[in-house]
Structures are given as C-alpha cells and as structure tokens.
C-alpha cells in the first residue's frame, strides 16, 4: 500500500512538474508574441465553442429524452401517421396506439396498407384504426389531400407524423424527370400539404397537438447520386424549423427528426451503392427510432438520433460547407460510388439499346420473308401456268 502511495505521489509530481513546463512555455511564447498568442486563444475558445454548444445538448438528450405520453400531452384522441404502412412509420403506429392514441394510416394502397391495418386492429382492439390509401408522389396535391381530409373530418387530429419518404439514386442527367418529380412531391410538398391542412384546424379549433416531421441527416452534406433526396430533406428541416418558431406559441410542437440508418425497405429500390451498402450495414430496427422521436417531440425541434446526424454535423464544424463541395466535386469521379454507378448506367444503357434493336430485327425479317414468298407463288404459277 505504502508502495501504491509512493507511486502515485511520483506520477502527481511528474504531472505537476509537466503542466509547469507547458505554463511556462505559453507564458514564454504569449511575452514574445502576444498578437499571435492571443489569436490562438481565441481561435482555441471558438472552436471549444462551435463544438461544445453541438456535443452538449446532444448528451442531454440522454438525460432529458425520458418517455412520455402524447395522448395525455396533447389531451390528444387522433394521430395520423404518413408511410404508416412499414418502416419508421408502423413503428410510430403500434407505439402510438400502444398509449391509446387512434390511428389514421395513410400510405401507397397496396397490400403492406391493408396488412398493417389488419394488424393495428388486431393488435389494438381497444382503439380504431382508419386506412387512407394516397399517393403522396402525386403532382396535384388534391389527389392526395382531399382523400386524407376526408377521412379525418369529423376527428380532431392533434398528433401529426408527416413520415413518408424514399430515395431515387441515379444520375440525374440519366434518370428520366418524371422519377425526381415524384420524389420531389413526396418527400417535400406533400409533407408541407399535409401540415398546413392539420396545423390550419388546430389554430381554428385551438387545439394543442404536434407535428413531426421525418427528414435525415442527409441535408447536411452534398447528395451526390440521389441529388433530390438530401435536397429535399434540407428544405423540410429548414420549413420545420420555421414554422416550429410560428407556431410554438400557440401550442402546437414542430419537432423534425434526423434519424441514422434504419433497417426498413428503404434501400430495396436504390442501386447497390457501397456508401449505402456501409449505412445499412449500421442500420438499427425502426422501434427504437420511433421511440427516439415520440420522447424528442415537444422537446426539441431538431430530433437528431444515433451517430449519423451528430458525426455529420462535427465534421461540418471542421470543415466548411463551401469547401467541402469544392473537395467533393473534385474527387467525385473517383469514388466507388460514381464508379459503380457509371458501370450500371453503361449496361442499362447497352440493355435499352440491344431491346430497341430487336423490334427493328423482326421487322427486317418480317420484310425480307415477303418478297421470298411471292418469288416462289411466282414460279409456282409459272409451272401451273396460272397467274399469281
């Protein structure tokens, strides 16, 4: 023990000793060069600055993000849930319902819509549950609104997850417009449509309530590859976190929630891209994204979950936006991913060129087996001596 005591008097010295020498020398160099010192410092309280006021409200969260109920928050009765049908979205359904909420679902109308409100009812038998089939890609934003206004029209809807959403990968020269359209409408307008029709009725009738949307990391940084996607994820953070400030006074919580990856069907129709092929290999379930979302609301505007919003945003404090896609613009040719992508395009390309060709090659043969058949009825009627 007495050993043990010894030792760690020595380390305490040799500490003590080390942290006067490091006085000393920044005493040295302030004295010499005080401009110079001086811009250290500050430089040095900024960058402590720009990167506490990140770290430290994220580890908060870990304190403050206790469960919480939005039924008994909102004195709510109704919730509705876009891309309710899978995903991040039924997750929201079943923990929704789970805290008595009912449930308005409203997805593409196919079978993974009429499954979960099959399952929902059977779940929770206790709440009802209403299935609106929408096209939210849709261009004219009636075609989607009008049939979500319908159903909800005589039920005050006060919880709001605005969560459908999906990514179109590409080139964007190479993919056809009418694809990035679409994917513009439902990751953006529709999302914007369907706040001002719920947010509009809960001013008129005074209501509380809250609406969430689901946006991603992803408007951080260049989007490379799904061009419309992060940029339409940047417009929805951005529009919630103005209309959060229009309308926290009134009672309504506007919260946007920036999840890392989630293991749901949301990489089944992109490309095999090896950046996304690495997030989904970090991807985590849906339950634990909806958790972090329905604890955020209310309490955050801006809900940032797991490591992939936080590592974005530290980077972005290092490295400045405008040089980043200078960097990124630069290098962009020689990533595995334009790679990838490049040798896709290639033989989609030769594909679509060798199937237009075939028509043309039927065609030929179409033609050149008429003539053959009239040379022979020709001789043949020449033997005959008839007249073809």
């Known amino acids: 023990m007495a050993d043990l005591v010894q030792s760690a008097g020595a380390y305490a010295q040799a500490a003590a000793a080390a942290v006067g020498c490091y006085a000393a020398t920044f005493q040295a160099y302030a004295s010499s060069n005080p401009y110079a010192f001086s811009a250290l410092v500050v430089a040095a309280v900024l960058g402590a600055m720009s990167i506490g006021t990140l770290i430290v409200p994220w580890l908060i969260t870990f304190v403050t993000y206790w469960p919480q109920d939005l039924k008994r928050k909102y004195n709510a009765q109704w919730a509705i849930v876009t891309g309710g049908s899978s995903g991040i979205g039924l997750s929201l359904c079943r923990k929704l319902a789970e805290q008595g909420l009912n449930i308005v679902v409203a997805a593409v109308p196919d079978d993974l819509l009429r499954k979960a409100g099959e399952e929902l009812r059977a779940a929770f038998p206790h ?133 890392s990856p989630v293991a749901t069907r949301f990489y089944n129709d992109a490309h095999k891209l090896p950046t996304l092929q690495m997030f989904k290999s970090t991807a985590i379930g849906p339950d634990a994204v909806a958790e972090t979302a329905i604890r955020g609301v209310g309490r955050n505007v801006i809900i940032d979950q797991g490591y992939y919003p936080i590592t974005f945003k530290l980077l972005m404090r290092i490295i400045e936006f405008t040089l980043m896609v200078d960097i990124m613009a630069r290098i962009s040719t020689s990533v595995k991913d334009y790679q990838f992508l490049k040798q896709e395009t290639l033989k989609a390309a030769a594909a679509a060129e060798q199937a237009a060709k075939a028509p043309a090659a039927v065609a030929d043969d179409v033609g050149s087996a008429a003539p053959a058949s009239a040379t022979k009825r020709r001789r043949n009627s020449s033997a005959t001596g008839k007249r073809a």
């Open 127 to 259: 709440i009802q549950v209403r299935v609106v089939g929408v096209n939210l890609a849709a261009s004219n934003h009636n075609d989607y609104l009008e049939p979500i206004a319908e159903a909800t029209a005589d039920i005050p809807v006060q919880v709001v997850f605005s969560n459908a959403g999906y990514v179109v990968t590409g080139f964007f020269g190479y993919t056809p417009l009418a694809k990035w359209i679409a994917n513009l409408h439902c990751n953006e307008t529709a999302s914007i449509a369907i706040a001002h029709l719920f947010v509009s009725r809960m001013l008129k009738a005074g209501l509380r309530g809250c609406i969430v949307f689901t946006s991603s990391p992803a408007n951080i940084i260049p989007s490379p590859f799904s061009t419309l996607y992060g940029a339409t994820k940047s417009a929805i953070t951005h529009f919630a976190s103005s209309l959060a400030c229009e309308v926290k006074g009134e009672g309504i919580d506007v919260s946007v929630l920036h999840p």
